[in-house]
């Protein structure tokens, strides 16, 4: 036992870990991470079963921009060294999930952080104004705050009566001849299901995919938790009637029955209510059943005077908007937790995305505890500069690109004095925080449209030129930026950039000065505010939105 408290205290020494820790050591503070593991990142030397990542790692982009080419990497933790980049474990497109246990490894030891190897948080309790964290061998560890990086670790298993009696995801053979000429039924509609359902086609007679709801393609919902391409090979055998199918509906229970079709193992019966038949109750035979439902947060090594308060069907932590607790203040949440705050929404839950809000998290930290402000630059606040700056970063930045609509760039202007233009501020955080107390604020996100997922995204109708679509632009599906004027917590303008094919922002008639008009307005209305003339906010015309 150390004998003063740490600043912080990590927990987990996966993808998060690392990246808080070392973003911890650069600033200065005291710190350690525990992990359970002998190594870094050990969670990847199970997940994915199958082994093949769904993160994409696209090495070849056309550019040497190290921030542009992070739009296309998808597993790399964000440090000044370029030798820490994945690209060079990996040149594969979906690569080996064995490359990613051996790239976070290097990650923590050639950042030479502070972690704790074999060390398994057996409890957390409440020591004065900190933590009291206790590890396997009895060894405790005080901290001032705790942060939580240990990703969504135990099974999340349906209330289902004999649902104990099937296999899991986490431990089922991946031995595909196993499951040779086997009716197989698999409960979920998630990646990991439609992982395990293309493992086994080319050896199951029958494999049958069963969830309450339809399943959901991330090239729809740009969410990319739903069912990436790279999974959906077997709805290509359902659709062609190979003798797999989609069930919509609720397994209602499980029931053992004798020996398997081909005389070997348990064979079940499985009563399923068919939501899409006016609920018909069918008996279905099986001779595996696979639990393929998703994973939940352990909340178990928390004492009870600080056990975090749970949602979503207790899957995570409810989080504020500077990733803490609601209700155990100095106990925080880092990497795919963090998801709680945009759930099934953006990007929070994988690496291409927390890796910007652990960054975030580091700010908060620096805000909250050690007098450090926000980082910022400061501009001239006319409405040229102010185009100039939001330009190149929305054709640049990976942060606003990867967390759409939760991270933004915040541009605080405030009368007689230059313009602050912080970087990738948590949206929620932003309208909290200190940082919109004074002055206008301009936020800078970048954002698909409200309606994206109801578009047909191989429809070319609903893609615009950029010279033809200014005068469109709010009413864009597609990916764009968006900056949005507030005062004082309320919102006086919206203008949103045209979209463009190539993710190019920078036309001078349909981006540049569509975007240096709106500025220019929104100016003119503060002075006037502040003159004492409130002035008028136009709505549906181009620069002010709906």
């Not at 307005?521 to 004492?532: E, N």
């Amino acid at each position: 036992m150390q004998n003063a408290p740490l600043d912080h205290l990590v927990i987990g020494g996966g993808p998060a870990g690392l990246q808080l820790a070392r973003q911890l050591k650069e600033a200065g503070h005291s710190y350690r991470v525990l992990e359970a593991g002998d190594s870094a990142g050990t969670f990847f030397r199970t997940f994915p079963r199958h082994r093949k990542l769904i993160s994409i790692n696209k090495i070849h982009n056309g550019t040497s921009d190290p921030e542009l080419n992070l739009r296309m990497d998808w597993n790399s933790l964000v440090s000044s060294d370029p030798d820490l980049l994945f690209g060079h474990y990996s040149k594969r497109y979906f690569p080996h999930a064995d490359d990613l246990v051996r790239y976070l490894a290097d990650f923590a030891e050639k950042s030479d952080l502070d972690i704790a190897y074999d060390t398994r948080v057996t409890r957390i309790a409440r020591d004065g104004d900190g933590f009291t964290v206790t590890d396997q061998h009895g060894h405790e560890h005080r901290a001032r705050r705790v942060v939580m990086a240990t990703g969504v670790s135990l099974s999340r298993t349906p209330d289902i009566p004999g649902i104990e009696t099937a296999e899991e995801y986490r431990d089922v053979s991946v031995d595909a001849e196993e499951f040779t000429d086997k009716r197989v039924l698999i409960l979920g509609k998630g990646n990991s299901a439609m992982e395990t359902a293309d493992h086994l086609v080319e050896t199951a007679a029958v494999i049958h995919v069963a969830g309450p709801s339809s399943i959901r393609m991330a090239w729809n919902t740009h969410y990319v938790g739903h069912i990436r391409a790279v999974n959906n090979n077997f709805l290509d055998t359902y659709q062609l009637k190979s003798q797999n199918a989609l069930l919509d509906g609720h397994v209602l229970a499980i029931e053992k029955d004798g020996d398997g079709s081909n005389g070997h193992g348990p064979a079940y019966r499985v009563r399923f209510s068919f939501s899409r038949a006016d609920e018909v109750v069918k008996e279905l035979r099986y001779d595996r059943v696979i639990v393929c439902t998703g994973f939940r947060f352990d909340a178990s090594v928390f004492a009870p005077d600080c056990r975090p308060e749970l949602v979503i069907d207790d899957r995570f932590a409810a989080l504020t908007s500077a990733y803490e607790s609601v209700n155990v203040p100095g106990l925080y949440f880092a990497g795919t937790l963090m998801q709680q705050r945009d759930f099934k929404k953006s990007t929070g839950g994988f690496i291409h995305g927390f890796r910007y809000a652990v960054r975030a998290l580091g700010h908060i930290l620096d805000e909250r505890h050690h007098d450090t402000p926000w980082p910022h630059r400061d501009l001239d606040p006319d409405p040229a500069a102010l185009t100039d700056a939001v330009v190149a970063r929305v054709n640049r930045s990976s942060a606003l690109w990867q967390q759409f609509a939760v991270l933004g760039d915040l541009i605080v202007v405030e009368p007689g004095e230059r313009a602050r233009y912080h970087e990738e501020v948590p949206v929620a955080y932003a309208h909290d925080g200190a940082l919109t107390a004074r002055g206008d604020c301009y936020l800078v996100t970048l954002e698909y449209g409200p309606d994206h997922d109801k578009v047909d995204p191989f429809d070319i109708t609903v893609r615009r030129t950029a010279q033809n679509a200014a005068d469109e632009a709010f009413d864009a599906a597609y990916l764009h930026p968006v900056v949005r004027h507030y005062r004082g917590g309320e919102l006086l303008g919206t203008h949103h950039v045209a979209e463009n094919l190539e993710n190019e922002w920078d036309h001078p008639d349909a981006h540049r000065a569509p975007l240096a008009a709106f500025f220019a307005r929104q100016a003119d209305r503060a002075g006037a505010a502040d003159g004492g003339t409130p002035g008028a906010v136009g709505t549906g015309s181009v620069g002010t939105g709906r």
